[in-house]
């Protein structure tokens, strides 16, 4: 069995993803081939956002929103200390401060409250300009982005909301993508929707934002990539990679579907001795990873290994107790949630091709190391 199992996938799609790959080989328009912009008005579509313009990575996604707001040294911006380097790199990377935030203990998300105090914190400070906030929609559950905006508004803050792992969730009916200003996401194989390299995408619904945005991805490029109207960088999909993610959006909420499936099959068996996921009613996680907590995590993980089963840990080192981040705001400090979440938290597998007996396989293991422990 394998954490994601990309196997099963091709051999349902294959035939068509080499058909995709065949037809860009025979126009060979690498760059910014008719690929690209079919995909990038499918996930418009999908996700009912006016702009989407898709990027070489879900880090360049971040890297370029941010650059897009001209974010740089003596800017600060907001970060939960519970989720994947990129979210925090792209900050210090500009040159800017990053803020950390504890996060929820139930939904992993950065905490409102916590993000309440913090702005006021770092407005008192006259050392940074706080000027956003990028939260995520951490193992694909949607954050409280109602009371985000509102702290935002408040304050003045732009928002750049991380779906590198909730691509196809929804929060209050709609789709993520239309949460932030803007939103990146990511089609790291291993996403919810993954490609076969590296790819991103930036969703938003402000014209000026995206015409920036397709500028940064190109050398900053105004009339031609020959006028440089800005700094920007090599921040393109590949036409490949394009085709291939076609191919596999017309197999994904049947994938969503399974995924859903597989959750709550998981926590139906497994809640008696572990704390399952609990994403809130308003939201449908994408289930990029099934992630349970419990004092016992060591245990649990050492079964299952050598049962041969797969499980990972994100995040073991959080981001505010990693040295590169040092002298960010928050960086070497406590954060009780985090700090606790750390050592309890386990994820399970949950592509969508998991039968219903390998489940059940796993779901043993736990239940005996629980009782064991
Ligand atoms: C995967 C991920 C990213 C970055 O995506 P890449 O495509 O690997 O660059 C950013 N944020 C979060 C939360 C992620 O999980």
């Known amino acids: 069995m394998k954490f994601v199992d990309l196997d099963a996938q091709f051999a349902l799609i294959g035939e068509d993803i080499r058909y995709a790959i065949d037809r860009v080989l025979a126009h060979k328009q690498f760059i910014l081939g008719p690929e690209v912009a079919t995909l990038e008005e499918q996930l418009q579509d999908y996700c009912g956002v006016r702009h989407v313009i898709s990027a070489a990575s879900g880090t360049d996604a971040l890297l370029m929103a941010l650059m897009a707001y001209e ?14 380097v990129a979210t ?11 803020v ?5 203990a139930t939904t992993f998300n950065i905490d409102p409250e916590a993000l309440a105090a913090t702005i006021d914190r770092v407005h008192a400070r006259n050392d940074v300009q706080l000027r956003g906030i990028i939260p995520v929609d ?3 559950t949607p954050a409280n982005h109602a009371r985000i ?6 304050h003045d803050l732009f928002i750049i909301a991380d779906a590198g792992q909730s691509f196809g969730a929804t929060y209050r009916e709609q789709r993520v993508g239309n949460f932030g200003d803007m939103t990146a996401t990511s089609f790291f194989p291993a996403k919810p929707l993954g490609c076969y390299g590296d790819g991103g995408a930036v969703f938003t619904d402000d014209p000026a934002l995206a015409e920036i945005i397709e500028s940064i991805r190109f050398h900053g490029k105004g009339t031609s990539q020959y006028d440089n109207v800005r700094i920007g960088v090599t ?13 596999k959006m ?3 909420d049947q994938e969503l579907a399974r995924r859903q499936e597989i959750a709550d099959y998981y926590t139906d068996a497994l809640q008696a001795v572990v704390q399952p996921p609990a994403p809130p009613s308003d ?8 992630t349970i907590r419990s004092p016992q995590r060591d245990a649990i993980r050492a079964s299952l290994q050598q049962h041969k089963l797969p499980s990972a840990i994100y995040y073991a080192s959080p981001l505010h107790r990693q040295p590169a981040f040092n002298h960010a705001i928050g960086g070497g400090c406590a954060m009780a949630v985090t700090d606790l979440l750390a050592t309890e938290v386990l994820s399970l597998p949950i592509h969508p091709y998991l039968t219903n007996a390998e489940l059940d396989q796993i779901i043993a293991v736990i239940v005996k190391a629980c009782k064991r422990a």
Do not use: M, N
Request: contains cysteine; charged residues 15%.
């Open 71 to 84: 974010v740089g040294p003596g800017d600060a911006v907001i970060a939960p200390s519970f989720t994947f």
């Open 88 to 98: 925090a790199e792209v900050i210090q990377l500009l040159g800017a401060t990053p």
């Open 100 to 104: 950390f935030v504890d996060v929820d």
């Open 138 to 140: 951490l193992f694909g």
């Open 149 to 154: 905006r509102e702290l935002a508004d408040h």
């Open 235 to 247: 921040g393109r999909l590949d036409t490949l990679q394009a085709a291939i993610l076609s191919c």
């Open 250 to 252: 017309k197999i994904f």
């Open 283 to 290: 939201c449908r996680s994408s289930w990029s990873v099934y």
